[in-house]
């Protein structure tokens, strides 16, 4: 079993905590592969647009996205960790995300996505743990993963692990076990389902790419669409 780990921010706080605590099911039976933003995708997306009109590889910062790309196709979880930074994810998630547009089902989705499982571990002080979990989620439902969980904790009284409560660090200690031993006992040889609201994307995005395949058949995403088969009765998730 491979699990791919995009951790938001490389500050080891709550969510690195956390994560941590998640991961421990996991240690010794599967290889994992962690990614810490920024540090390992410096870079904000230009809005060039290159990635979706001239293939990925074409981006300017491809050698960063690339490597964390390959190792997302390749797991069979993807973990994403992130605190809630203003309500939202931290600008290095957002820039991170941003670079992978041409994923999303409008333009050039990758089939294994539709059958992966995702969990997205979030926290904030007060208010904002949602908002962030829902800024990571959107993305991971246009990529196409169905099966997405969330852990999100609101922390009352301190940021810092070390500083909160025995009674909170057990609690949350407890919740983030219970999650990681549920989706142990998953068979990731089998691939999650694909719920209906994908389908119903990917169907819609469906109707528009074959209006532009049929104007142009050199465009892009086009092309991909007709090579897969999705034109056609294939689909992603068969």
Known sequence: ????????????????????????????????????????????CQGCARCILKGEHTCRDSRYVQAI????????????????????????MKAFLDHLAYLWMPHRPSPEMFGK?????????????????????????WWGISSIQV???RLMGDIFWDRLTEEKRMQLTRKIRLLSEKLARINYEEPAKTRPAAKM????????????????PQYLDGKYWAEHGWLGKNRPWK
Request: charged share 20%; proline share 4%; glycine share 6%.
């Open 117 to 141: 499982r995702a969990v997205i571990i979030t926290q904030c002080l007060g208010a904002g743990a949602s908002s962030t979990a829902k800024d990571i989620k959107h993305s991971l439902s």
């Open 1 to 44: 079993m491979k699990i791919t780990v995009i951790n938001g921010t490389e500050k080891h706080g709550v969510t690195h905590h956390l994560k941590e605590l998640f991961l421990e099911g996991f240690r010794g039976c599967a290889e994992i592969t962690e990614f810490y933003l920024p540090k390992d995708c410096p870079v904000f």
């Open 201 to 216: 994307k990917f169907l819609f995005c469906r109707m528009m790419q074959k209006s532009l395949y049929e104007n142009d």
């Open 69 to 92: 790309i390959q190792a997302l196709l390749r797991a069979d979880l993807i973990v994403m960790t992130s605190p809630a930074y203003v309500m939202h994810v931290p600008g290095s």
């Open 151 to 153: 852990f999100s904790e």
